[in-house]
């Protein structure tokens, strides 16, 4: 099992910045990626950024260039930099723990979430 605790929403002004952290724990050298996703009130969860064990990070085209996503393997935490905030920006963000668990040939894939972070972008 993995646990997800996200922190560092809150309310901030067009333009401004904010710092997402979500410390992980867990069997945690079984993940293959650590995301962030957002939900907004009446729309459907999706993912602002990703990070692949290893890998590059992809962003949503919505989030490129100002948002950025980070890992201290150290502290098992994951950062989201939120730059440039736009009142669209608003929501719930969720930090995601993905699993590739194979079982033979058969694969399962294991998605763990935190309860989420309001950030509200308005003046």
């Known amino acids: 099992q993995v646990q997800l605790v996200e922190s560092g929403g809150g309310l901030v002004q067009p333009g401004g910045s904010l710092r997402l952290s979500c410390a992980a724990s867990?069997?945690?050298?079984?993940?293959?990626?650590y995301g962030w996703y957002r939900q907004a009130p009446g729309k459907q969860r999706e993912l602002v950024a990703r990070i692949l064990t290893g890998g590059s990070p992809n962003y949503a085209d919505s989030v490129k260039g100002r948002f950025t996503i980070s890992r201290d393997n150290a502290n098992n935490t994951v950062y989201l930099q939120m730059n440039s905030l736009k009142p669209e920006d608003t929501a719930v963000y969720y930090c995601?723990?993905?699993?590739?668990?194979?079982?033979?040939?058969?694969?399962?894939?294991?998605?763990?979430w935190g309860q989420g972070t309001q950030v509200t972008v308005s003046s």
């Open positions: 995601n723990a993905y699993q590739a668990r194979y079982l033979g040939i058969r694969r399962d894939d294991l998605n763990y």
């Open positions: 867990g069997r945690l050298f079984s993940i293959n990626a």
